[in-house]
Structure formats: structure tokens, C-alpha cells
């Protein structure tokens, strides 16, 4: 579907579309400790994406794994090498947005803990980025398991720049990341056209906070938004929301899971992006003089 502000005023012929985007596809899994059913899971639905026409396909944080990691850290997580040869973008010719690896990272020995990081696989299966995780998810909410990410991952030190993708400028981020509005501020300030925010919310927290965040992030940014999410039961004590989607620079959820495995498509339209751009200049607006630039 289009949103409000495309059907109400078609693109200025005058005014080059730039790059046309493309199609593409948001993984919902129900990732275990069992790592095998995982990339299985992952592997089978990014074929299916590709079959569909997907230009590229993103999966959410904790892929690779979800279970205790306070007993399990020493044997699932791994560097990064090794997992990127179980990924199948080359055979499938995607691009593959990994949302959450458990990566064990070059000062294990001295920290005892991993990142979580967001890797970036081009069509022939290379690294092109590799983010880890900045803002870290430490809550005890009532009625559901206190989560402490903090207590077996380093945070993150750095905000990549925009990558040039297929289908747009992608601005990476995982997860609680999305809570920070400045993050994507910087993004979009950055050249982002695309903000992507894998993620394995709590059912409390995505019941409340999901769309709504998600949506706000596409309409201050004025970019495109693809949340990949976990969905269901993952062991005894944790389970996810689920609800995957791709919001549009107005705003519109244009694709959407509801809960279970599967796959949503959207075509992106950067024509349409420079459109609500040029029309609603809102960050040309920004008062940087006063409270600051990003």
C-alpha cells in the first residue's frame, strides 16, 4: 500500500527519483539453543526470499542463538569467521542483513565476553560491515524474567556510516538501539535512507512499544524502517514478540508478520522517500544552533 502523502501528490517530474530501491524480505524466527534448527530455519527462509525476488534479506538479533547465555557463552558464541561460512547469500544472490550475531570478539580472553554485532554479507557472501551493539538491554520488568545483557556482552564503540546497499543507504542498529532516537538522528544525518532495527523484543515491551516506536523512528528520520523480529518461545523463560515489519517514510506499515516463523515483503521506493523529503523538509528545519547537531 501508499501511503497518504504518495497518493496525494504524485513525484515532480522535474526532479530526478535517484536510485529505484528494490524488494525486500524481514526473516520472523524462533531461534533455540539448538543452533543446527537455527541456521536451518534461516537458511530455508532466505531461499524462499530469494525465490520470491528479494534483492536482500534481513534476519533478527539472536539468529544464530537464543538461550542462556550465562552457561552457554564459552561454547555457542565463536569469532566471526566461522559463521559467516554457514550464510548462503552468494548461492542465493542476496544481500544479508545478519541482525545479532553472538560474536566472541578479539579481547575474549581478557573480558570474558561477546558483542553483539550486526554483520552486513554483500551478494558474493563478503563482509561488508560489522556493528556491534551499542545500547545494551538491562530491565526487570513486572511479570516477566529480569534480562541483563550487560552482565555477558561489551557494549559497542561505534556508529557506522550508511552503507551503500542495492537497495539504499542502510543504517545498522540491533535492537533495544531503537529506544535512542539520536542514534538514528545521526544515521539519517548521515545519509541513512534505510534504518534497520533487528531485534528479539520482550512480549511486554513489543505489545506496548513496538510499532509505535518503530513508526516514530520512519517519520522523524524520514526513512524506510525493516524489523526483522524473534517471535514465540524460545526455552522456558524467554519468548518473544514477534511482529516483524518495514514501515515507510510516512509512517505506513507497508509489510507485517504476526507471530510464527515466516516472511514479509516490501518494495522500497527511494523516489517516493526524496518525495516526502523535498515536501516535508524536516531536517533542514532542525535547530542544531540550539540544541545541538547530530
Not at 531461499?47 to 550465562?70: C, H, Q, Y
Not at 558483542?115 to 558474493?124: E, V
Not at 533495544?176 to 545521526?186: G, K, M, N, S
Request: include cysteine; charge should be negative.
Amino acid at each position: 500500500p501508499r501511503s497518504p502523502a504518495a497518493m496525494a501528490a504524485p513525484p515532480d517530474p522535474s526532479v530526478s527519483p535517484g536510485p529505484a530501491g528494490g524488494l525486500v524480505a524481514v526473516a520472523q524466527v524462533t531461534s533455540t539453543a539448538d543452533k543446527e534448527h537455527n541456521w536451518r530455519q534461516c537458511s530455508g527462509l532466505v531461499r524462499r526470499a530469494a525465490a520470491a525476488g528479494a534483492r536482500a534479506v534481513f534476519l533478527p538479533e539472536g539468529f544464530d542463538f537464543m538461550g542462556d547465555m550465562s552457561l552457554c557463552v564459552p561454547r555457542e558464541c565463536q569469532s566471526m569467521s566461522p559463521g559467516l561460512s554457514l550464510c548462503v547469500p552468494r548461492e542465493c544472490d542476496v544481500w544479508l542483513s545478519l541482525g545479532g550475531f553472538h560474536e566472541r570478539g578479539q579481547d575474549w580472553d581478557s573480558t570474558g565476553r561477546i558483542y553483539n554485532c550486526h554483520l552486513l554479507l554483500d551478494n558474493s557472501g563478503a563482509l561488508v560491515a560489522a556493528y556491534r551493539k551499542l545500547h545494551l538491554f538491562d530491565a526487570a520488568l513486572p511479570g516477566a524474567p529480569a534480562l541483563c545483557e550487560s552482565s555477558f556482552t561489551n557494549p559497542g564503540q561505534e556508529l557506522l556510516p550508511p552503507i551503500d546497499t542495492p537497495v539504499g543507504k542502510l543504517g545498522l542498529a540491533v535492537c533495544y538501539d531503537l529506544r535512542f532516537p539520536e542514534l538514528a538522528q545521526a544515521l539519517r544525518g548521515a545519509g541513512a535512507q534505510i534504518l534497520t532495527f533487528p531485534s528479539a523484543f520482550t512480549v511486554p515491551t513489543g505489545a506496548a512499544h513496538w510499532e509505535v516506536l518503530l513508526r516514530a523512528r520512519a517519520i522523524e528520520c524520514q526513512c524506510y524502517v525493516v524489523a526483522a523480529a524473534q517471535t514465540g518461545r524460545h526455552n522456558a523463560s524467554r519468548a518473544s514478540f514477534g511482529h516483524s515489519l518495514v514501515a515507510d517514510p510516512w509512517g505506513t506499515v507497508v509489510a507485517q508478520c504476526h507471530e510464527g516463523p515466516g516472511l514479509c515483503l516490501a518494495q522500497l521506493d527511494l523516489g517516493y522517500l526524496e518525495q516526502v523529503r523535498r515536501e516535508l523538509p524536516v531536517h533542514s528545519h532542525r535547530r542544531g544552533d540550539i540544541y545541538g547537531a547530530l
